[in-house]
């Protein structure tokens, strides 16, 4: 909630309404319908995160000696319930069973997929109990090989003993980092994932935390046995520089605009507009430009060596060499006006979203504003294009990048076309809590 206060203005009466918790609980099963007590439950949220669908981890616990598990204090949502057997007891316990199978981290009810698993959605305060998830037995396999270029990798800087590259495998194309194995990485540059279930896997490796470098990656496919002899080309981390043009009012000073890459990275240009970035791994990355609060400034063009890479967005793949220009326009378009109330006063937030059926695209592109307390907004530095202009109590962030409920209320926004330079001034109706409420429940939309 945003409140804006005048100089000597007393507010009161503030109403905060909190949401009650949920929970869910269940028991564990092996593929005999026997009580499983080693190991433990996890469970992941579903998002979206730069235009896909992604699970997040969301809490978890052990079983206890009936098999049983409670995972309380959860928010309403859209959940996924994984089971995952504790693999050292079996590798003690179970490695010399006759069939060479052993239990699999299993997506409730019973898959060891999370894409043919079963969502569980809870609203406010639902206490769901009696959740059972059958583990599924299956082969694992190992993948080995060896990274190329490892001899050249520098420790990263500021890391310490954690600076070392890291290897990991994930299920291609997963929802879910539940589908990740780490790997072992030997001095001579052999490496291992040890115990993977079949299926497609991107072997990555990386480096650091913050930022995480990625130095590699290779595509794999496990079948029926072992995979050998992959090798992953390792490139080391290098510094890009670049410039920003200013297009348009030349008395912007450079200087002031911010420039945002990836999620942790960001910095201001030089007098003359030059930057450098460094230590940027293989990519893909992600590069914006702001100015102050109130400019109209968008970063309108991005040039990587003789290519023009879409959305902002480039990529260090190969040894890809060039310097970045990125060029600003400072003529963004903008988006002013009120909304039209049909209920009590309440927090309504103004979101204004491309027309694209480009996720990625959608997700960078979307802009948003809260009204101050005379009902009124403004969004700035828009770049043109065709957008919906919608106003909404209580929408949760992730709604707004979900391509079903925009479908949903497709109808119910305000359609515009923003030419560069042009301000228009818009009503816009409001979609109120009763109307949205049962939409984001009915898709499990926390």
């Given at each position: 909630?945003?409140?804006?206060?005048?100089?000597?203005?007393?507010?009161?009466?503030?109403?905060?309404?909190?949401?009650?918790?949920a929970s869910i609980s269940g028991r564990v099963v092996d593929d005999d319908c026997d009580i499983w007590t080693h190991g433990g439950v996890?469970?992941?949220?579903?998002?979206?995160?730069?235009?896909?669908?992604?699970?997040?981890?969301?809490?978890?616990?052990?079983?206890?000696?009936?098999?049983?598990?409670?995972?309380?204090?959860?928010?309403?949502?859209?959940?996924?319930?994984?089971?995952?057997?504790?693999?050292?007891?079996?590798?003690?316990?179970?490695?010399?069973?006759?069939?060479?199978?052993?239990?699999?981290?299993?997506?409730?009810?019973?898959?060891?997929?999370?894409?043919?698993?079963?969502?569980?959605?809870?609203?406010?305060?639902?206490?769901?109990?009696?959740?059972?998830?059958?583990?599924?037995?299956?082969?694992?396999?190992?993948?080995?090989?060896?990274?190329?270029?490892?001899?050249?990798?520098?420790?990263?800087?500021?890391?310490?003993?954690?600076?070392?590259?890291?290897?990991?495998?994930?299920?291609?194309?997963?929802?879910?980092?539940?589908?990740?194995?780490?790997?072992?990485?030997?001095?001579?540059?052999?490496?291992?994932?040890?115990?993977?279930?079949?299926?497609?896997?991107?072997?990555?490796?990386?480096?650091g935390f913050f930022p995480r470098v990625v130095l590699g990656d290779e595509s794999v496919q496990v079948d029926d046995r072992d995979v050998?002899?992959?090798?992953?080309?390792?490139?080391?981390?290098?510094?890009?520089?670049?410039?920003?043009?200013?297009?348009?009012?030349?008395?912007?000073?450079?200087?002031?605009?911010?420039?945002?890459?990836?999620?942790?990275?960001?910095?201001?240009?030089?007098?003359?507009?030059?930057?450098?970035?460094?230590?940027?791994?293989?990519?893909?990355?992600?590069?914006?430009?702001?100015?102050?609060?109130?400019?109209?400034?968008?970063?309108?063009?991005?040039?990587?060596?003789?290519?023009?890479?879409?959305?902002?967005?480039?990529?260090?793949?190969?040894?890809?060499?060039?310097?970045?220009?990125?060029?600003?326009?400072?003529?963004?378009?903008?988006?002013?006006?009120?909304?039209?109330?049909?209920?009590?006063?309440?927090?309504?937030?103004?979101?204004?979203?491309?027309?694209?059926?480009?996720?990625?695209?959608?997700?960078?592109?979307?802009?948003?504003?809260?009204?101050?307390?005379?009902?009124?907004?403004?969004?700035?530095?828009?770049?043109?294009?065709?957008?919906?202009?919608?106003?909404?109590?209580?929408?949760?962030?992730?709604?707004?990048?979900?391509?079903?409920?925009?479908?949903?209320?497709?109808?119910?926004?305000?359609?515009?076309?923003?030419?560069?330079?042009?301000?228009?001034?818009?009503?816009?109706?409001?979609?109120?809590?009763?109307?949205?409420?049962?939409?984001?429940?009915?898709?499990?939309?926390?």
């Amino acid at each position: 909630m945003q409140l804006n206060l005048t100089a000597g203005q007393a507010l009161s009466d503030l109403a905060i309404t909190l949401t009650p918790q949920a929970s869910i609980s269940g028991r564990v099963v092996d593929d005999d319908c026997d009580i499983w007590t080693h190991g433990g439950v996890k469970l992941f949220r579903s998002v979206r995160k730069q235009g896909r669908r992604q699970l997040e981890n969301a809490g978890g616990g052990d079983v206890n000696d009936r098999g049983d598990f409670r995972i309380a204090d959860l928010a309403p949502g859209k959940y996924y319930v994984v089971a995952e057997p504790d693999s050292g007891w079996q590798s003690r316990f179970r490695s010399a069973s006759s069939d060479g199978l052993l239990s699999q981290p299993t997506w409730y009810p019973g898959s060891l997929d999370v894409e043919a698993a079963t969502p569980v959605i809870l609203t406010d305060g639902q206490d769901l109990a009696s959740l059972e998830v059958r583990l599924r037995r299956g082969a694992v396999r190992n993948i080995r090989g060896h990274l190329a270029g490892l001899n050249q990798i520098p420790k990263a800087p500021g890391q310490g003993p954690f600076g070392a590259p890291r290897l990991s495998a994930s299920r291609a194309n997963s929802l879910s980092e539940g589908n990740s194995y780490s790997g072992t990485i030997q001095a001579d540059g052999s490496f291992e994932v040890t115990a993977v279930p079949p299926g497609v896997y991107q072997l990555r490796v990386d480096q650091g935390f913050f930022p995480r470098v990625v130095l590699g990656d290779e595509s794999v496919q496990v079948d029926d046995r072992d995979v050998r002899d992959v090798v992953i080309s390792l490139q080391p981390p290098r510094s890009i520089k670049g410039k920003i043009t200013i297009e348009g009012d030349k008395t912007v000073d450079v200087s002031k605009l911010y420039i945002l890459l990836d999620s942790d990275q960001h910095q201001t240009p030089q007098e003359d507009g030059s930057f450098v970035f460094e230590q940027l791994g293989v990519g893909p990355h992600r590069i914006d430009v702001n100015g102050k609060r109130g400019d109209d400034v968008y970063l309108k063009t991005v040039r990587f060596g003789d290519t023009e890479p879409q959305n902002g967005t480039f990529s260090l793949t190969g040894g890809a060499e060039g310097s970045l220009e990125l060029i600003v326009s400072t003529r963004g378009a903008r988006v002013t006006g009120t909304v039209q109330r049909t209920a009590a006063k309440r927090t309504v937030e103004v979101v204004l979203i491309p027309d694209t059926n480009d996720g990625e695209k959608r997700e960078f592109l979307t802009r948003q504003a809260i009204l101050d307390q005379n009902d009124f907004f403004t969004i700035h530095a828009i770049p043109p294009g065709s957008y919906s202009l919608y106003a909404a109590q209580d929408v949760p962030q992730g709604a707004w990048s979900d391509p079903e409920f925009l479908q949903e209320v497709a109808t119910k926004g305000v359609k515009l076309q923003l030419g560069e330079g042009e301000t228009k001034s818009i009503e816009v109706p409001v979609l109120s809590k009763a109307v949205v409420g049962p939409l984001l429940s009915r898709l499990g939309i926390e």
